[in-house]
């Protein structure tokens, strides 16, 4: 799969990702957040979480999503998030902070198969 298919499927990925989460009640307030240490994929909120959301999209039949969220993605994502806390001043400050995964699957003409959300996932 070259890189540019790759991105695109991510990209994809990424918005299904935010309008599962604007109908669960949050509100998208970064997307592709880029850090010294890589993208926060989401961040959104209610007004009680900010949620630091990955998302992992594949196509369907072309394995697990959760394959590539391992620990060591998972301790970046958390720096990610630190950095994001300290550099964006207007944020929304809530009580709680959340880190979720979204794994999702799609098919060759591009609709979602399967949409996770596993809330508190690291």
């Not at 790759?6 to 009640?25: D, I």
């Not at 060759?108 to 809330?119: F, I, T, Y």
Request: charged letters at 30%; proline letters at 2%.
């Amino acid at each position: 799969m070259s890189d540019d298919h790759r991105h695109s499927l991510g990209r994809r990925g990424e918005r299904l990702a935010a309008e599962h989460l604007e109908r669960l009640g949050y509100r998208v307030v970064a997307r592709n957040y880029r850090t010294r240490f890589g993208e926060l994929d989401l961040v959104a909120t209610d007004e009680y979480v900010l949620v630091f959301c990955e998302v992992k999209t594949r196509r369907a039949g072309a394995g697990d999503p959760w394959w590539n969220l391992g620990e060591a993605k998972r301790r970046q994502v958390r720096s990610m998030g630190a950095i994001w806390l300290a550099e964006v001043h207007d944020r929304p400050r809530t009580s709680e902070l959340r880190f979720d995964a979204i794994g999702i699957r799609i098919d060759r003409a591009g609709a979602l198969v399967s949409l996770e959300h596993v809330q508190g996932a690291f």
